[in-house]
């Protein structure tokens, strides 16, 4: 790979990289049979395919699926705080990829990368937050023409696209990969739920046993990290604006309020909504001295930062690696994780390689579908095909030594008979 087909820290990372990428490989069965299938097959020969995703091991070998597939894949990614530098260094050593990334860049280098993503004038692009598919909307209409189509790795890019195709600006047929079941059941829940304690506990390195934590949202994402801090021994409080979200929050037994009741009894507080200022000034001049705020959700702008700037005396960074102290005009502490970025992947890994595998599985069979139908879809948001969940879920079950049941030719005729009754 040519230096300048390529933006990454530094080459010399690379060993690194390639330990953590084989080790992640250990824990992917899934995705590892389809990568030995797709060798055979080749679904994607001869496409292009720009994936704008977080860079991180589990997404090499995503990369690496794809490439078996035959497609020539380019990687930039999709939030600036989430790159692996020495994945990504390996993936352009050692498996030849081109990768745009580099960890901590501002914004004016992220769209760089994206731009270059672009410009490799992608037939299929993946997405995890749509940033990808907007700037080829706004900047890059010209090419839609030669695109087969777009995947969807997360909750916040489904709802951007589903805005784009109510307002009539999708341009693009995209699968909602996040709304698989195989997706968002696992990864949403417990791959969320673990990496923001994860993400949580490495930056600030507290007890979560006994304390009070503050969830706002009560989605798959909220749901995982609510149980899991409540595994830990926190007593969990959930904020909501969804009635039914919320009436199932307290029908699992944990407290629900507003944040305006919450803010002045939690010890740590996280947004994982896939909404804006969730968190704003009435709440944070109400926290107690010393209260910890991060956020989980794909986009920084679930705490309103500006405001917090606003009310604030001072400001000092990095107290602790991920950690700055915000003085409050009225004397109290407020402590920010990770400049308000989502906290697994800033002060974590991201989640685990065995629920990526998954996803990432739930991707590389969409893109093959999409290779193969793509041309007959129109632009809409479609859910991802059953058949595609449930080989997912099979394949995974199978590397775990599960097995189901299958319906006897009774129960079949039983569950198409709507006469038989009582
Ligand atoms: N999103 C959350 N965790 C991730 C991971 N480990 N790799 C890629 N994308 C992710």
Redesign the pocket.
């Known amino acids: 790979m040519k230096p300048n087909e390529c933006d990454i820290l530094s080459l010399e990372l690379a060993d690194e990289g390639l330990r953590r990428i084989r080790w992640a490989d250990n824990d992917m069965p899934v995705l590892e049979s389809i990568r030995r299938e797709f060798r055979n097959t080749t679904p994607l020969k001869g496409l292009r395919m720009s994936a704008c995703?977080?860079v991180?091991a589990?997404?090499a070998n995503l990369v690496r699926a794809l490439q078996a597939g035959g497609a020539d894949v380019v990687l930039c990614a999709s939030n600036p705080l989430s790159t692996q530098d020495d994945v990504a260094a390996s993936l352009v050593r050692d498996f030849d990829v081109r990768v745009y990334a580099v960890r901590g860049v501002d914004n004016e280098n992220y769209y760089k990368h994206l731009r270059a993503a672009a410009e490799n004038k992608p037939h299929v692009t993946m997405d995890?937050g749509c940033d990808l598919v907007t700037l080829i909307h706004e900047k890059y209409e010209h090419q839609i023409g030669g695109m087969i189509g777009s995947m969807e790795e997360t909750t916040t890019g489904v709802i951007r696209l589903r805005a784009m195709e109510r307002s009539g600006a999708l341009k693009l047929p995209v699968i909602a990969v996040n709304d698989a079941k195989t997706k968002n059941l696992f990864d949403n829940r417990y791959?969320t739920g673990q990496?923001t304690v994860d993400g949580i506990i490495r930056a600030t390195d507290i007890l979560l046993a006994g304390k009070n934590v503050v969830a706002a949202g009560y989605g798959w994402c909220g749901r995982g990290f609510a149980n899991r801090c409540r595994g830990m021994g926190a007593k969990v409080i959930i904020t909501e604006v969804d009635p039914v979200k919320a009436l199932e929050a307290a029908m699992d037994g944990f407290h629900v309020m507003t944040m305006e009741q919450a803010a002045p009894i939690g010890d740590l507080f996280c947004t994982l909504t896939g909404n804006k200022h969730v968190i704003r000034a009435e709440h944070f001049e109400k926290m107690k001295d010393g209260a910890i705020v991060a956020n989980s959700g794909h986009f920084d702008v679930e705490l309103d930062i500006p405001a917090l700037d606003r009310i604030s005396k001072s400001v000092q960074r990095g107290v602790r690696e991920h950690v700055d102290e915000y003085l409050l005009e009225n004397g109290r502490r407020v402590f920010l994780l990770a400049e308000g970025r989502l906290i697994?992947?800033a002060a974590a890994?991201?989640?685990p390689a065995s629920v990526?595998d998954m996803s990432f599985a739930t991707q590389a069979l969409c893109s093959s579908y999409m290779a193969g139908n793509g041309g007959g879809l129109d632009a809409h948001v479609y859910d991802p095909p059953a058949e595609i969940e449930d080989r997912v879920a099979r394949l995974k079950l199978d590397s775990m030594g599960l097995a189901v049941d299958e319906l006897t030719e009774v129960q079949i005729s039983y569950l198409s008979d709507w006469q038989e009754g009582t």
């Open positions: 995703l977080h991180t589990e997404t995890d791959g990496s697994n992947l890994e991201g989640h990526m």
